[in-house]
């Protein structure tokens, strides 16, 4: 696993932000069996509006998605797009919180294959890699935090 560093400056967090904490969403192609309209493109999850119980064991079939006039949207395409950071965990912190002066940094550890997929989303939406020394000290405090918190709990819990 690596650890990454990305500053964000003040005018570039709201889409950072907003790419972070997206949802998940299908890329699809499907036309309603009563009214004949098209559906292309993104859609997030959360459109979809109903699921439906499988008799043979429980489990449930992927959502369907209904169509304005009542129809049902058959698919030809459905594909899953997962938002990769909210899965893989990221660390956001304002620079003053780490006794630093300006900006924003994310802290990402995760494996090479998780980079090269959403580095260049995240680099489009404004953020930039944080210099070498810059880096290496947003690191150790968010770990020392993150150790310190961890020991905290233990001894909560004993």
Request: aromatic share 8%.
């Given at each position: 696993?690596?650890?990454?560093?990305?500053?964000?400056?003040?005018?570039?967090?709201?889409?950072?932000?907003?790419?972070?904490?997206?949802?998940?969403?299908?890329?699809?192609?499907?036309?309603?069996?009563?009214?004949?309209?098209?559906?292309?493109?993104?859609?997030?999850?959360?459109?979809?509006?109903?699921?439906?119980?499988?008799?043979?064991?429980?489990?449930?079939?992927p959502p369907k998605k209904l169509c304005k006039c009542?129809?049902?949207?058959?698919?030809?395409?459905?594909?899953?797009?997962?938002?990769?950071?909210?899965?893989?965990?990221?660390?956001?912190?304002?620079?003053?919180?780490?006794?630093?002066?300006?900006?924003?940094?994310?802290?990402?550890?995760?494996?090479?294959?998780?980079?090269?997929?959403?580095?260049?989303?995240?680099?489009?939406?404004?953020?930039?890699?944080?210099?070498?020394?810059?880096?290496?000290?947003?690191?150790?405090?968010?770990?020392?935090?993150?150790?310190?918190?961890?020991?905290?709990?233990?001894?909560?819990?004993?």
């Amino acid at each position: 696993m690596e650890v990454r560093i990305y500053k964000i400056s003040g005018d570039a967090m709201p889409k950072v932000k907003a790419l972070l904490e997206s949802e998940d969403m299908f890329d699809v192609r499907a036309k309603c069996a009563k009214c004949g309209q098209a559906l292309e493109g993104k859609i997030k999850a959360s459109e979809y509006t109903q699921y439906l119980p499988v008799e043979k064991g429980g489990k449930e079939l992927p959502p369907k998605k209904l169509c304005k006039c009542g129809g049902t949207f058959h698919f030809e395409k459905r594909e899953l797009i997962k938002n990769e950071f909210a899965r893989t965990g990221y660390t956001l912190r304002a620079a003053e919180s780490l006794d630093l002066e300006e900006g924003n940094f994310i802290y990402i550890g995760a494996d090479d294959e998780f980079f090269k997929k959403n580095e260049p989303l995240l680099l489009g939406a404004g953020a930039k890699r944080a210099a070498e020394e810059e880096a290496h000290t947003v690191k150790e405090k968010i770990e020392a935090e993150e150790e310190a918190a961890a020991s905290g709990m233990g001894g909560i819990f004993g």
